[in-house]
């Protein structure tokens, strides 16, 4: 018989094109389902939010989702990161005096490759580590920041994806009582850090393409307490962008993102160092309103209105807590319900525009990691190395739990987990976990 070769081409190429479509569409769909676009850039990912659409990470988490466990450089409470395909994350090394950045393959925990910084031997907090600082990502960039015991300055460093090196940045000198934890993110093309310490200190911006100074801008010495908080970057309603920061010495102050202007200062608020990271709270409940959270130990939580970029005014105090707050963790929120966990365990379902409690749930363990939403579905590490699933909205649900194991060498589990690709990755000490729903 006869083959008609037209025709035969003609399927072929609309094979090719219907497949082609078919890809498109399904790349479109998880994109909308998954915001973050398979990246979570920073601590708490996405606009420091903690919160993930995917609804593919597992509920059930056990050793059939353990898609890969991989030993790391060394310890640390430093965060994973993700852009694309490529997994970072620091591990210390005490006897060395070394801070290694690693760069794995997200499907299979591989190493791609690895850089090592000297930071010698200097003196932190027993639960601090000379890798606490979670890297920050954005487009072929990766940058940590550590600390330079013989010169005796905090550094920040940058490489590209590939493991090129980019540039270095000296921070300057910093007095701390705990050790170093500089946390940078970069936005719009700048690599923004708060560096507030016992001696004073500035919030600055760098060019993230050759880590030149592009604004600085400076405090006195306002309080003997540093800042351990990840700058926020958020859009004004009115117009533009800025940077908020926290500290006990300024209190919450909103900066210019392309000048380093000061927006709005809200002072004398705090009474310890801060670490809970300012969060809108706000962000995902379609209003146009914001309402930035901030806190410190001892009974300070509170949640901050900051001035319209275009009615301008001042900034000011919607609600605070009058009960016990988070010292360490950071709170998240879907918009409709801020989830506060307190150091303790004590798990606070919270109307973010008015502050009033709706419910509260006691977790029997103790938390540094800051819990993130997943699905609508709240995860929190415990210290203790316990993960807790929990259906959360009107009411709490524990869904389920696992023992992570730790082991006799991991003293605390405090590494705010990453979500990405529809994985969980799960940092215990020296050591990384993925899991995902496995086909």
Not at 99 to 125: F, I
Request: aromatic letters at 8%.
């Amino acid at each position: 018989m006869k083959r008609n070769f037209v025709n035969e081409s003609h399927e072929i190429m609309r094979t090719i094109i219907l497949g082609m479509l078919g890809a498109l569409l399904a790349t479109t769909q998880s994109n909308a389902e998954d915001p973050t676009g398979g990246n979570w850039p920073r601590f708490r990912g996405p606009d420091g939010r903690g919160v993930a659409a995917s609804q593919h990470v597992p509920v059930e988490l056990g050793k059939n989702t353990l898609a890969w466990s991989v030993p790391l450089p060394g310890p640390g409470s430093s965060s994973p990161v993700v852009w694309g395909a490529a997994l970072f994350v620091t591990g210390e090394d005490r006897k060395k005096g070394e801070v290694t950045l690693v760069c794995l393959d997200v499907e299979t925990g591989g190493t791609r490759w690895s850089k090592t910084v000297r930071t010698g031997d200097y003196q932190t907090h027993n639960m601090n580590n000379t890798a606490a600082s979670t890297p920050c990502l954005a487009e072929n960039l990766v940058v940590f920041s550590w600390y330079d015991s013989v010169r005796e300055v905090a550094m920040l460093s940058a490489f590209s994806h590939k493991g090129r090196e980019l540039w270095q940045h000296e921070v300057g000198a910093i007095k701390v009582m705990h050790g170093i934890n500089l946390q940078p993110v970069v936005q719009d093309g700048r690599v923004l850090f708060a560096h507030l310490h016992q001696a004073g200190g500035y919030v600055a911006a760098l060019d993230a393409g050759n880590g030149k100074p592009v604004w600085r801008r400076e405090y006195p010495q306002l309080s003997n307490k540093t800042t351990y908080i990840t700058p926020l970057v958020r859009e004004r309603h009115g117009g533009g962008k800025e940077v908020v920061v926290a500290s006990v010495s300024i209190g919450v102050r909103g900066l210019d993102l392309a000048t380093g202007e000061e927006t709005w200062a809200l002072s004398g608020v705090f009474k310890e160092r801060t670490i809970v990271s300012p969060v809108d709270i706000m962000a995902g409940s379609g209003s146009q309103d914001s309402l930035l959270t901030a806190g410190c130990k001892n009974g300070v939580f509170f949640a901050v209105r900051p001035p319209d970029a275009a009615e301008g005014g001042e900034a000011r105090v919607a609600w605070h807590f009058d009960k016990k707050t988070p010292y360490v963790p950071t709170p998240v929120s879907d918009g409709n319900t801020l989830y506060v966990l307190t150091d303790g365990g004590k798990l606070l379902a919270v109307d973010p525009a008015s502050g009033a409690l709706r419910w509260q749930q006691r977790l029997r363990a103790n938390f540094y990691a800051s819990p993130l939403l997943i699905g609508g579905r709240l995860y929190c590490l415990s210290r203790e190395g316990e993960v807790f699933v929990a259906e959360v909205g009107k009411e709490f649900k524990l869904l389920s739990t696992l023992d992570l194991k730790p082991g006799d060498e991991v003293m605390w589990c405090d590494s705010t987990p990453a979500v990405a690709h529809d994985s969980l990755y799960l940092r215990i000490g020296a050591r990384l976990d993925c899991h995902r729903t496995m086909p």
